[in-house]
């Protein structure tokens, strides 16, 4: 019975558990009773941090408070749980420098076999873990009327003189300030929030509570409207437009501050992971030579984003090294230029500082231009990027080629993922090229293709066979290829098996065996087995006419050329880049409009996150304030389900596979 997705409901019930394991770790002892009048269970009511009574045998006019909680203990250090990176194919995003599971004819200094290859969300938890943060667990933190304060110090006293107490309530949005006094002395307590501080260290007018809920709006993408709508519904007062700005503002400046210190970790986790493997930096220069992945990525659909995104990733460790972030427009630019009001240079030097416009190009080249600038300040980080793996854009390749940041060439790796999809592109151009008119019973022209019709060239015969040319490309996970020639001889084996006829078989390609894929091999190997015909199952191109093959052939012969293979022979992708788009524009939506300090500031998120975990990441914790054990136990949660989501499904191909009946499951099964 297949196994059923995780509900809503369940997700909830999962998380309620662990805030309830994490508050249970850290509750406070029990008060002990001083009184005979105090209940043996109390109700949760807010308690008040008031100076003990004096000793006296006199009988006070109201029972003394039980004496306050004490501080829960501070939480221990939460541990460093970066995100992987996914892989719609199971495999890991890039072998170790010394363990490439497909190497180049060409060795390398670093060929040592290890006896287990880790996965990268592993090798960044080991390398990150003496960076792990301290995290301070808070008091818990609830929702109540100030009127049902008040009720509650009817009944209460001073505990100096006994006297009725009064309540003082300012509410600033999430953030409030109490003030309980003695309406008989100068006995008193403040329950404030704390106050946020800059770079500096300087306190300035920002609350706690306003902050964290300005960052948990900007983070998660519901804005200034989608906060005022719950925190309104709460009977809280909402925030004004200028309020929020200038919490995020402030947001914005203190992780341009916080950010590279982080990544400084990230290098040195970079260089120890080399080190290990014994591949040290130029002894001149003193740079490392990496591997990484790049890809580009754009605000809004189509070729007139004003706002892309480049990110750098190390694909043996999964990190992301550096991002780049490209804006073709500017709003009070543009303002200015509608109302045609000249741009002097005294403006354009005040105005330079806060400006969106960091690039006057196309929206096209932006992702040529933010590799520029990546591989262009790469030595500042003590490294270069002296292999590259990417996908089909020769633009992005060749700018970095031309600009020819080192000493040395750039080499150009790449992804397996897009090179398989080539396939199917060109087969359906083919067809579209391939027409020719017919005249239909009526008398009427008209164009068709000479691909089309059944058995031909059909959209479900392209799926199978770029399908299959995809498994061919990847190869097996335990069987690599040793040269490209290996390579070629997979792919060419599916075309020929599916041209292949009982008057003209072509399986020569095809492996031999009693457990090849191909029938007709296996029916070599095995002649007490009986072996279909070709007619039984006929191939997809068998019926294709011969003379319309040959077409077919130069596309397979075009896609198995030496250079191409040569560059796909150790099997890397750009799942990791991939991945961080989704993670980008679950953030920034799409369909609605962000500057580029808002870009900037959630493409900063997303990397500490990847790189460290949700909850080393957690940035109001770093601006100094405690974070809640509710909110450690989501942020926990939010870890695990980024980590089952990334883990590969075991469909039924694979759990064939696990079971040893895999002739109809590698490359070219069928």
């Known amino acids: 019975m297949p196994k059923r997705k995780m509900t809503t409901y369940k997700k909830a019930g999962i998380m309620k558990k662990m805030c309830q394991d994490q508050r249970s770790t850290s509750k406070p002892p029990p008060p002990a009773s001083s009184s005979s009048y105090a209940p043996s269970q109390p109700p949760p009511t807010v308690s008040l941090h008031l100076p003990p009574p004096p000793a006296s045998t006199s009988t006070p006019m109201h029972p003394p408070l039980p004496p306050p909680h004490t501080s829960a203990p501070k939480h221990p250090s939460c541990a460093v749980q970066p995100q992987p990176s996914t892989s719609s194919t199971g495999r890991l995003s890039s072998p170790p420098p010394s363990t490439l599971v497909q190497p180049l004819p060409s060795t390398s200094s670093a060929t040592a076999l290890v006896d287990k290859v880790k996965s990268s969300y592993d090798v960044r938890q080991e390398l990150l873990k003496d960076n792990r943060p301290t995290t301070a667990i808070d008091k818990k933190q609830l929702i109540i009327s100030v009127d049902d304060i008040r009720r509650v110090l009817d009944i209460a006293a001073c505990t100096v003189c006994y006297a009725p107490l009064t309540l003082s309530a300012k509410t600033d949005c999430l953030s409030s300030k109490l003030t309980v006094t003695c309406t008989n002395c100068d006995t008193g307590v403040v329950i404030r929030d704390e106050t946020a501080k800059t770079s500096a260290g300087k306190n300035t007018k920002m609350l706690e509570n306003n902050v964290k809920g300005v960052f948990e709006a900007v983070n998660n993408n519901i804005g200034i409207t989608g906060l005022n709508r719950i925190i309104s519904t709460l009977g809280i007062d909402t925030f004004s437009q200028g309020k929020f700005t200038r919490h995020s503002h402030y947001l914005y400046k203190r992780m341009d501050k916080h950010y590279p210190v982080r990544m400084k970790d990230v290098i040195s986790a970079v260089f120890t992971h080399y080190e290990s493997y014994d591949i040290l930096p130029e002894p001149t220069t003193g740079l490392l030579d990496i591997t990484v992945s790049y890809d580009g990525t754009w605000m809004t659909r189509g070729h007139s984003s004003h706002i892309g995104v480049g990110f750098v990733v190390e694909v043996d460790t999964g990190f992301i090294i550096d991002r780049e972030v490209i804006s073709n427009f500017c709003q009070v630019c543009s303002s200015r230029e509608k109302r045609q009001l000249p741009a002097t240079p005294e403006w354009m030097a005040r105005h330079a500082s806060s400006c969106n416009r960091n690039y006057t190009g196309t929206s096209a080249s932006m992702g040529t231009e933010a590799a520029r600038r990546l591989w262009s300040r790469s030595t500042q980080l003590g490294l270069r990027y002296t292999t590259y793996v990417g996908d089909g854009d020769s633009s992005t390749y060749q700018a970095v080629q031309q600009l020819n940041p080192y000493d040395v060439p750039v080499r150009k790796e790449e992804c397996v993922n897009h090179v398989s999809k080539r396939l199917g592109t060109r087969l359906r151009k083919l067809k579209k090229e391939m027409m020719t008119t017919i005249t239909t019973k009526t008398g ?227």
């Open 444 to 670: 009427k022209e008209m164009r068709r293709s000479l691909l089309s019709g059944p058995s031909q060239l059909t959209e479900n015969t392209i799926n199978k066979m770029t399908s299959y040319f995809g498994k061919a490309v990847r190869g097996e996970k335990d069987k690599p290829y040793t040269s490209t020639e290996d390579m070629r001889k997979s792919i060419l084996a599916s075309y020929h098996h599916a041209v292949s006829t009982d008057d003209r078989p072509q399986h020569n390609y095809c492996p031999p065996g009693i457990n090849s894929w191909c029938f007709f091999r296996r029916g070599e190997a095995d002649k007490t087995k009986f072996c279909r015909k070709h007619s039984t199952k006929p191939g997809y191109f068998s019926k294709i006419p011969s003379e319309h093959r040959g077409a077919i052939l130069k596309v397979y012969t075009d896609l198995t050329n030496e250079e191409l293979l040569k560059r796909c022979m150790k099997g890397r992708t750009q799942n990791a880049n991939e991945s961080l788009h989704s993670k980008l524009w679950m953030k920034v939506a799409k369909h609605k409009f962000a500057g580029i300090s808002r870009v900037n500031f959630i493409s900063q998120v997303v990397i500490l996150e990847h790189n460290f975990g949700f909850e080393a990441a957690y940035f109001p914790q770093h601006l100094g304030f405690k974070t809640t054990a509710c909110k450690s136990a989501n942020l926990q949660f939010l870890q695990k389900e980024s980590i089952r989501s990334s883990t590969p499904k075991q469909t039924v191909r694979h759990q064939r596979k696990k079971s040893g009946n895999s002739s109809d499951y590698i490359s070219g099964g069928f």
